[in-house]
């Protein structure tokens, strides 16, 4: 093996190796999904802090209904069950 192929390997070694580094790289962070759900909490959490300042009526009426539906489900299972115990 002469000098410029052990170069030539090195070299090839060296650049199979940044592949493979950025490789792991992305599949670290397609895999992270802890990490993926923090982004999109704070993700939605600027959303709605964006949407609060820059129209607060609209955003207290989505505020009054989504607490209207969520009231509706636990009072629809609620008297489904007081039913059931009849």
């Not at 592949?19 to 599949?27: A, N």
């Not at 009072?75 to 009849?86: D, E, F, T, V």
């Amino acid at each position: 093996m002469t000098l410029n192929e052990k170069q030539q390997g090195v070299a090839d070694a060296a650049k199979a190796r940044a592949e493979l580094y950025g490789t792991l790289s992305q599949l670290k962070d397609r895999l992270n999904y802890a990490q993926r759900i923090d982004d999109a909490v704070d993700d939605a959490r600027h959303k709605i802090a964006e949407q609060k300042r820059q129209n607060p009526v609209a955003f207290v009426a989505g505020v009054v209904g989504a607490a209207a539906v969520a009231g509706a489900i636990v009072w629809g299972i609620a008297s489904a069950a007081a039913k059931r115990l009849r």
